[in-house]
């Protein structure tokens, strides 16, 4: 079903990650199309900066360049040797998972007969099997790739369609779709169709672009935000076309008409851009005021009841629930340990905290009166996804934290709770972190407040205390140049060790995670009450540890914190504390002190989080390192 241009309904919408942790940009209209596709993929490229490429439908057929490494090598061989003019194309930019980053394996792959040129992100499971046949037929392969197969299965079912068929490039991207296993998005431009783009996704995230006389596609709207802001919701097994004489026109897999729900995107292209910052992760780290704020903004009604975004879910339905498993993975799943003591605590449910990648694998007990917890930033992290599909299939009910409106997982859910922490471009989590922390406590108060655990004004008073942290961390962040110093005193340090009790350990967790991710240094996060059960004997003379201790309301944990403290210290170790303002308890024993607003206990991980962001990113830069896009990693996983 054809798509008009104008009409969209305004929703929140956040931005989508990448697919196979890549880039896609596909356009059609009437400027150049590539410098619209190289600008698309300098904001994707910290999606993907394996390699990078481009396809172009000019007047005498089909040109690519492709180029190993991150997009200045693209740039570069194109200032070199440009390419003629097209008002047709696309572009990809690589994070590697079948062949190594070099140039032959970089996309796009282009057909036999140089008519076809494909990008893809995914994994096509079956590609051995497609690729013998291939060979079999006598088709030789240049790359190392599952995605080359797909040129030459397009370019073959280009010409061997018949009929109504004949000639139509998205009935040939429908009969290959039908072969392929596993999850992909493809897009794909002909030397045949020089007005067309065609994109197709499973389980792989693809959203449009409507501007005035121009459409694009990308694996996220940040590809084409600079140009419009009126986008297109592709579903599940949808193949999409771009013309530039007959609009959008949508169809699932067997070639039915799909009416494709349209949104506008509330945040423009500054918020992708680095705004003077030396990184996107010191701006992001800045503006985690705002995208708490957001993440609280409404969420209490006139009648005191928490709301949520989206709710297939009763009261009775929750009343009914006996035992919460959450399931995330990387620092999400560091939002939800926390989640686990705030759902515990206020609602009297077990809560068990799994990583997505183990849960399915594992057997779990599930059934209809068990609630699951999926958090993904990105809505499309497959190990995560996959968690959800087991949990749907053994009857349990599902509730998802993202902060991509209409990605898969919140489709596929009961409930949603977006967490509006706009555009995060940095590899390493920060503001979607925090923003994840408010809205798990959110989630947990309304489940308090189904279940009858707190009472309503018990519940506005926790959302009174919510609605002070984006003030509290702001003076968070004003607090930061004593952190930035001990960076720059620890940057050689071939070890950095976190510790942690309570709540405080998936923060240890975190501190440790966001060092290894950026500064490449060996770290361990673990529970300050383990540190004589093993922990303790990787303390040597000088041996850093970074250690959160809790707020004093927990006298007993607090006292015990400080013991371990003076145990570490008694064996050489140089003790970094973070604490609550006011506590001199623990000066002493504090090599350094690094003081962080006082906030009721369980919500103290929002405050505590922020010196370890802080400190990792001055290690790395320190270092020399790629802060923003630190090496073998990508914004989100999207394949298992």
């Known amino acids: 079903m054809s798509v008009p241009r104008h009409g969209a309904q305004s929703c929140d919408v956040l931005m989508t990650t990448l697919s196979r942790m890549c880039g896609i940009i596909g356009y059609v209209g009437t400027k150049s199309a590539e410098d619209i596709v190289l600008e698309g993929l300098r904001r994707m490229e910290y999606r993907g900066y394996d390699s990078a490429g481009i396809a172009l439908v000019a007047v005498d057929g089909l040109v690519t360049a492709k180029k190993a490494g991150k997009l200045a090598n693209l740039e570069k061989a194109l200032a070199d040797q440009p390419l003629p003019p097209a008002t047709t194309g696309l572009g990809h930019t690589r994070w590697a998972t079948h062949g190594p980053p070099v140039d032959r394996n970089a996309h796009p792959h282009v057909s036999a007969d140089r008519k076809a040129a494909v990008v893809h992100n995914g994994i096509i499971e079956n590609f051995g099997a497609l690729r013998s046949e291939l060979e079999r037929a006598g088709l030789e392969l240049s790359s190392d790739t599952d995605t080359e197969v797909v040129a030459h299965l397009l370019a073959a079912a280009h010409a061997a369609q018949t009929g109504p068929d004949a000639g139509r490039l998205a009935a040939a991207m429908r009969a290959v779709c039908l072969r392929l296993e596993g999850s992909f998005s493809l897009v794909t431009v002909h030397a045949d169709h020089p007005g067309q783009v065609v994109g197709a996704r499973r389980n792989q995230p693809l959203v449009g672009g409507i501007g005035d006389g121009e459409y694009f596609l990308g694996s996220d709207v940040s590809a084409f935000i600079a140009h419009t802001r009126d986008a297109l919701e592709l579903g599940q097994d949808q193949v999409v076309t771009l013309d530039v004489e007959h609009g959008v026109t949508v169809t699932d897999f067997a070639g039915t008409p799909v009416q494709p729900k349209r949104f506008y995107v509330d945040w423009d292209a500054a918020a992708a851009e680095k705004g003077g910052y030396a990184w996107f992760m010191l701006k992001e780290i800045d503006e985690q005021p705002a995208a708490i704020a957001d993440t609280l903004r409404g969420r209490l009604s006139e009648t005191g009841q928490i709301v949520l975004d989206e709710v297939r879910l009763s009261d009775e339905d929750l009343r009914d629930i006996d035992k919460v498993f959450i399931v995330a993975c990387g620092t999400a799943n560091h939002a939800a340990m926390v989640a686990k003591y705030a759902i515990e605590h206020w609602t009297r449910l077990p809560c068990e905290v799994e990583l997505a ?284």
């Open 357 to 640: 990648s183990e849960f399915r694998y594992r057997d779990p007990v599930l059934d209809r009166s068990t609630l699951v917890i999926a958090i993904s930033q990105s809505g499309e992290t497959m190990d995560t996804l996959m968690a959800l599909r087991h949990a749907k299939d053994q009857r349990a009910r599902v509730l998802a934290i993202c902060n991509t409106n209409g990605s898969t997982i919140p489709r596929e859910s009961d409930a949603v709770l977006y967490t509006r922490a706009g555009p995060e471009v940095a590899v390493a989590s920060t503001k979607a972190f925090l923003a994840q922390l408010a809205a798990c406590y959110l989630v947990a108060l309304y489940l308090a407040q189904a279940r009858g655990t707190k009472y309503a004004d018990e519940i506005a008073a926790i959302v009174a205390q919510l609605n002070m942290l984006p003030d509290a961390v702001a003076d968070t962040l004003g607090r930061m140049d004593q952190v930035r110093a001990i960076g720059r005193e620890l940057a050689k340090e071939p070890t950095i060790l976190f510790v942690g009790r309570h709540v405080g350990y998936p923060i240890a967790l975190e501190g440790a995670l966001k060092l290894k991710e950026l500064a490449y240094i060996h770290a361990e996060g673990f529970a300050a009450g383990e540190l004589k059960h093993g922990y303790i004997s990787l303390i040597e003379e000088g041996t850093p540890v970074v250690t959160v201790i809790p707020a004093r309301g927990r006298n007993s944990v607090h006292s015990k914190v400080i013991s371990n403290i003076q145990e570490m210290r008694a064996r050489g170790a140089k003790t970094i504390v973070i604490a609550a303002d006011g506590d001199d308890e623990v000066a002493p024993y504090a090599d350094h002190l690094i003081y962080v607003p006082t906030t009721p206990t369980l919500l103290a991980p929002v405050l505590t989080a922020i010196p370890m962001q802080v400190l990792a990113c001055e290690i790395a830069d320190i270092r020399g390192l790629d802060v923003d896009q630190p090496r073998n990693l990508a914004k989100s996983v999207t394949v298992e």
